[in-house]
Nanobody, 127 residues
């Protein structure tokens, strides 16, 4: 019942920046924890970033901490991922996801805790 659509991916050089957007429709996301995951070919989907219902509580994978920033604008029903100082190992398909149950003030780290997923957007970082 919630549709998520990612955008903003592309090809960038190492050290560059991108901002991904996740637009939600069908329901408001103001009460949902929102996360970003990524998956490279041949690898499992991995956690990248998460924020709780109002963005006041966030966490990041160690590999991106200090470089990536998750934020949300509930009025626009949109979540963002600002990616700075990109590295070739950041290359992956990036997915936006939403938690539709449980404690909506909390944050979540594993894919099976999320109820809704976007189709993903490709990020490629050249060396």
């Amino acid at each position: 019942q919630v549709q998520l659509v990612e955008s903003g991916g592309g090809l960038v050089q190492a050290g560059g920046s991108l901002r991904l957007s996740c637009a939600a429709s069908g329901r408001a996301i103001r009460a949902y924890a929102m996360g970003w995951f990524r998956q490279a070919p041949g690898k499992e989907r991995e956690f990248v970033a998460v924020c709780n219902w109002n963005g006041g509580r966030t966490d990041y994978a160690n590999s991106v901490k200090g470089r990536f920033t998750i934020s949300r604008d509930n009025a626009k029903n949109t979540v963002y991922l600002r990616m700075n100082s990109l590295k070739p190992e950041d290359t992956a398909v990036y997915y936006c996801a939403a938690v539709g149950s449980g404690d909506w003030t909390s944050i979540y780290y594993t894919p099976n805790e999320y109820d809704y997923w976007g189709q993903g957007t490709q990020v490629t970082v050249s060396s």
